[in-house]
Structures are given as structure tokens and as C-alpha cells.
T-cell receptor, first 116, second 112 residues
């Protein structure tokens, strides 16, 4: 199974809502990533988890809160978002948690988030 | 910030033609990867080339890497309509803390 799944596919939320994005992989990968992608722009790294521990936080605002409950699951908790946070949120995983970027990353299809 | 810059930003070709896109980067890298993204979807890994490699092939794809010029190229031969997508280079640079940083992308349109 070389698939990364993400739910939901689409999410519309108000600025006072709390919601969560979910990501799952069953490839035994020990590195998992959250990216944010605006239209016609490249993905921008937000967080990296390595062996279920947060290893990189790219100075992401605290209204985004990642969580890695186990080696297969990655969540992104959202609270008090702004309209400019509307984007495609991509999850990815790779082998070798310690230096995950040395291996190819497998991406999920993304969650299209709209903040109203 | 983007480590890689891609050229051209957009490319339109006829089916059967070759498509070439280039990626330049700024700092020393461990490896360079190419990804494809169909509209609004997740990215698909195409090829990884390590800093000590100069050329790599995968099916109709050919990637070159010139570390002296800090540049890479992706060639798609005999293009098909299904190759229509955005193509991104991504680098794993020591100076960036061993994370993957994506270039701006090339949008390729293959007309049938």
C-alpha cells in the first residue's frame, strides 16, 4: 500500500470554528509532513514529524497545531483561522525519519480549506 | 523561501513533442527531486538524483544535474496529453536543515 490518505477532501470553516485535518499512511514511514499550498504556488513546508516527534516547525502561527498520535497518523488542528489561511493542505510521508528529505515523499491528495 | 527557481514558468507543446524545463538552486544540496502535480491534487514523485549523479532516466523522463552550475533539467520525451501538469523541482539542502524546499514550478500544457 503506497497511499497517503487525507480527510476531509474539502472543508469550509468560519473564523471561530475548531476543526481537524487527518492524514494516514501504512507504508511504515517514520517521517510525516504538513505543507500548505496556495493557488499556482509551490508547497510550503509547515511541520515535520520524525519518529512521532515534532522535528521542524517553520514558524507556523499557533492557530495551527499538529499532532502525531502514532507512526501512521498525523493530524492538523485548526482554530481561529483567518481567510488568508485558505489553501490546499498537503500531507506527505517518507522513509528515514531522521533525515527524511533524503528520500522521496509520498503525498496525499490534500484537503481544500476555505476560511470564511 | 524558495531554494529552486524554475524556467520556464509555463510551457505549451503539441502531443509527441519533447518538453524541457530547468531548475536552478542557490546552495549546496544532498539531492534534487522532481515532482508532478495534476491540477489541485497531491504531488507525485518522479525522480530523485543525488548530488554525485549527473544523469538519471525513468521511462520517458530524463533528469540531469550540474552541481557546478547549481542547475537541473527535466526532459519529457514524446509527450502525451496526460503529461499536462505542474512540475516542481525540490532540493534537500544542508543549509536548509535537511528539509525539502520546492521551486516555483513549471506549468506544462500538452495539446492533443
Amino acid at each position: 500500500d503506497t497511499e497517503v490518505t487525507q480527510t476531509p477532501k474539502h472543508l469550509v470553516m468560519g473564523m471561530t470554528n475548531k476543526k481537524s485535518l487527518k492524514c494516514e499512511q501504512h507504508m511504515g514511514h517514520r517521517a510525516m509532513y504538513w505543507y500548505k499550498q496556495k493557488a499556482k504556488k509551490p508547497p510550503e513546508l509547515m511541520f515535520v514529524y520524525s519518529y512521532e516527534k515534532l522535528s521542524i516547525n517553520e514558524s507556523v502561527p499557533s492557530r495551527f497545531s499538529p499532532e502525531c498520535p502514532n507512526s501512521s497518523l498525523l493530524n492538523l488542528h485548526l482554530h481561529a483561522l483567518q481567510p488568508e489561511d485558505s489553501a490546499l493542505y498537503l500531507c506527505a510521508s517518507s522513509q528515514e525519519g531522521g533525515r527524511g528529505a533524503l528520500y522521496e515523499q509520498y503525498f496525499g491528495p490534500g484537503t481544500r480549506l476555505t476560511v470564511t | 523561501s524558495q531554494q529552486g527557481e524554475e524556467d520556464p514558468q509555463a510551457l505549451s507543446i503539441q502531443e509527441g513533442e519533447n518538453a524541457t524545463m530547468n531548475c536552478s538552486y542557490k546552495t549546496s544540496i544532498n539531492n534534487l527531486q522532481w515532482y508532478r502535480q495534476n491540477s489541485g491534487r497531491g504531488l507525485v514523485h518522479l525522480i530523485l538524483i543525488r548530488s554525485n549523479e549527473r544523469e538519471k532516466h525513468s521511462g520517458r523522463l530524463r533528469v540531469t544535474l550540474d552541481t557546478s552550475k547549481k542547475s537541473s533539467s527535466l526532459l519529457i520525451t514524446a509527450s502525451r496529453a496526460a503529461d499536462t501538469a505542474s512540475y516542481f523541482c525540490a532540493t534537500d539542502a544542508l543549509a536548509a536543515g535537511n528539509k525539502l524546499t520546492f521551486g516555483g514550478g513549471t506549468r506544462v500544457l500538452v495539446k492533443p
